[in-house]
T-cell receptor, first 115, second 110 residues
């Protein structure tokens, strides 16, 4: 049982390049999330998906797009990377429709450096 | 909106010392409160949670009590180990999302 997996683990981009971060969960969870973690700021929600076929903006969505490909997979796309997007990105999932009461399960993270 | 404030780190302790990491929250309604832990090079994982006032969450020797009167959820452990070295996040919820504190780094020395 792998839980939440993310690829790649590390990526270096040049300003203006695009890339997609992949996330998959094998726990049959309904909700999935993308966060970014910056030093001294905790985690901030970029986008979330409460169920297959739905996505909603979180706290810091600008510069990102997401796709809930199916129940298992939730990808995050940077169309034109900027140095301000240098961060560690975490994907997470929770069992039901999301919300303040649910435990979230996190992947190991993707470290992104934009030059 | 809801928020959490936790003590800044790093916190450096010797093995077997007592640990307290302070956390206070502001919230409308009665959200759950969580402590998540991030070990070096890993993602976050749930350490413990409390869903209502006066609940005590506990796991791996760590405890935290949901105090409505002081709006606090302090994390405690009676005797820390080197393996407890990690970053600890106090977390609350607001409608669809979790709200994270900035994290407190704990370093336990042998």
């Amino acid at each position: 049982n792998a839980g939440v997996t993310q690829t790649p683990k590390f990526q270096v981009l040049k300003t203006g390049q695009s890339m997609t971060l992949q996330c998959a969960q094998d726990m049959n969870h309904n909700s999935m999330y993308w966060y970014r973690q910056d030093p001294g700021m905790g985690l901030r929600l970029i986008y979330y998906s409460a169920s297959e076929g739905t996505t909603d903006k979180g706290e810091v969505p600008n510069g990102y797009n997401v796709s809930r490909l199916n129940k298992r997979e939730f990808s995050l796309r940077l169309e034109s990377a900027a140095p301000s997007q240098t961060s560690v990105y975490f994907c997470a999932s929770s069992a039901l429709s999301g919300g303040a009461q649910e435990t979230q399960y996190f992947g190991p993270g993707t470290r992104l450096l934009v030059l | 909106g809801n928020s959490v404030t936790q003590m800044e780190g790093p916190v450096t302790l010797s093995e077997e010392a007592f640990l307290t990491i302070n956390c206070t929250y502001t919230a409308t309604g009665y959200p759950s409160l969580f402590w998540y832990v991030q070990y070096p090079g890993e993602g976050l994982q749930l350490l413990l949670k409390a869903t209502k006032a006066d609940d005590k969450g506990s796991n791996k020797g760590f405890e935290a009590t949901y105090r409505k009167e002081t709006t606090s959820f302090h994390l405690e452990k009676g005797s820390v180990q080197v393996s407890d070295s990690a970053v600890y996040f106090c977390v609350t919820g607001s409608s669809y999302k979790l709200i994270f504190g900035s994290g407190t780094r704990l370093l336990v020395r042998p």
